[in-house]
């Protein structure tokens, strides 16, 4: 087993975050979400758990920079060339509008590449446990063509030589959510499900 983690955009450095955008808007009764470092510690649970589990991992990120995508993807590749059963997981949070104003827009996504792949088993796990973990009530899901995640060409799914999946853990827009993402018991259960996900799927496949 080999676990690709890839904590979507950057972080903070000096007190400054590193990408543009991507974070909630200014709630007067809530700290503000920004999106690449709510990714940071959602993805450091889950490798303190991996490790104590005996489970391999590779951060392709692993800085507090916004590292591009052609080189999270390159990471990614050459450890695939490696270890052929190697899976992707990028975390993510969801947004909606221009973000400087919250919407009524919720919930948590999976996503895979468009079509019937290999990523499909790794998806389908993950919406299993984030549905039966997370301490929120809606997901988006895609069922026409027999299964529940979500397609798209993201970089970081279509570049990928490996299963991946693009995980979007509640939305950043929604002052209801935002509040709840922010909690350690959501980071907890999102960190729990993932681990979950990729224990099932390598029991599995």
Not at 33 to 39: K, V
Request: charged share 25%; hydrophobic share 35%; glycine share 8%.
């Amino acid at each position: 087993m080999l676990v690709l983690l890839d904590a979507g955009h950057g972080g903070m450095i000096n007190g400054k975050y590193q990408t543009a955008g991507k974070r909630s808007p200014v709630w007067s009764d809530l700290p503000q979400l920004f999106e690449g470092e709510q990714n940071r510690k959602i993805v450091s649970l889950i490798k303190k758990k991996l490790t104590s589990k005996g489970i391999n991992y590779y951060d392709v990120v692993d800085s507090e920079t916004d590292v591009p995508l052609t080189v999270r993807v390159k990471r990614a590749n050459d450890q695939y060339a490696i270890h052929k059963e190697a899976i992707y997981i990028s975390i993510h949070a969801d947004a909606h509008g221009d973000g400087k104003v919250g919407t009524e827009a919720n919930g948590v996504s999976v996503w895979s590449s468009k079509g019937e792949t290999k990523s499909d088993p790794l998806a389908e796990s993950a919406l299993i446990n984030l549905s039966a973990r997370l301490p929120l009530h809606k997901f988006r899901k895609d069922t026409r063509d027999g299964d529940g995640d979500q397609e798209s060409d993201f970089y970081v799914l279509h570049k990928t030589n490996c299963p991946a999946i693009l995980c979007e853990l509640g939305f950043m827009t929604n002052r209801k959510e935002c509040q709840i993402m922010q909690t350690d018991k959501f980071i907890e259960a999102a960190a729990e499900a993932i681990v979950e996900t990729i224990i099932n799927y390598y029991a599995k496949y």
